[in-house]
T-cell receptor
Framework: AQSVTQLDSHVSVSEGTPVLLRCNYSSSYSPSLFWYVQHPNKGLQLLLKYTSAATLVKGINGFEAEFKKSETSFHLTKPSAHMSDAAEYFCVVTPYGNNRLAFGKGNQVVVIP | GAVVSQHPSRVICKSGTSVKIECRSLDFQATTMFWYRQFPKQSLMLMATSNEGSKATYEQGVEKDKFLINHASLTLSTLTVTSAHPEDSSFYIC??????????????FGPGTRLTVL
């Protein structure tokens, strides 16, 4: 069963416009949720994480995400895209009640000048 | 804080040879380390989980005799790809969780190692 769903494998946004990346998850436990960013040929950098504290999580580089349990969602947003935001974004969940991670398929974000 | 390094960043080897990749936690003690494999334009696939001083736990379908993992200290884990073949060419990424409260629930990722087998 798919633990993490990220639709829209490719997302194009114009510089200065909002970014919205959707993530839905399934878990029998109370999961921890993360968004990571990966630039080409680089490792993953943690953007933000939710671990049962405030449902609106603020991360680095102006990104934030809101945990909505009723919708099993953890969408990532940023008010204004910057050229440096062009990268691959992964929604990641701990669906098994331990520290094993389940990755979404990723969103490739392209920022148009 | 919570920096993970990998060495080498890129390696090219001949088919049939073995390659060792190192993963180090630089500023924390990594009680658990993870090894992932990433194919082009795909997500990360967990290969194995290793705890310091014990045998690694491999995911289903991952050959433990092919991918040897050693986690001999709290700051170092190694992945050895034995008798490498072209189909083993991939991007290998490690991650680590630590023993400090701030990092026990978060995996910190290394920059990855690009393996090319000719």
């Amino acid at each position: 069963a798919q633990s993490v769903t990220q639709l829209d494998s490719h997302v194009s946004v114009s510089e200065g416009t909002p970014v919205l990346l959707r993530c839905n998850y399934s878990s029998s436990y109370s999961p921890s949720l993360f968004w990571y960013v990966q630039h080409p040929n680089k490792g993953l950098q943690l953007l933000l994480k939710y671990t049962s504290a405030a449902t609106l999580v603020k991360g680095i580089n102006g990104f934030e995400a809101e945990f909505k349990k009723s919708e099993t969602s953890f969408h990532l947003t940023k008010p204004s895209a910057h050229m440096s935001d062009a990268a691959e974004y992964f929604c990641v969940v701990t669906p098994y009640g331990n520290n094993r991670l389940a990755f979404g398929k990723g969103n490739q974000v392209v920022v148009i000048p | 804080g919570a920096v993970v390094s990998q060495h080498p960043s890129r390696v090219i080897c001949k088919s049939g040879t073995s390659v060792k990749i190192e993963c180090r936690s630089l500023d924390f003690q990594a009680t658990t380390m993870f090894w992932y494999r990433q194919f082009p334009k795909q997500s990360l696939m967990l290969m194995a989980t290793s705890n310091e001083g014990s045998k690694a736990t491999y995911e289903q379908g991952v050959e433990k005799d092919k991918f040897l993992i050693n986690h001999a200290s709290l700051t170092l884990s190694t992945l050895t790809v034995t008798s490498a073949h072209p189909e083993d060419s991939s991007f290998y990424i490690c991650s680590a969780t630590g023993d400090r409260k701030a990092s026990t629930d978060t995996q910190y990722f290394g920059p990855g190692t690009r393996l090319t087998v000719l």
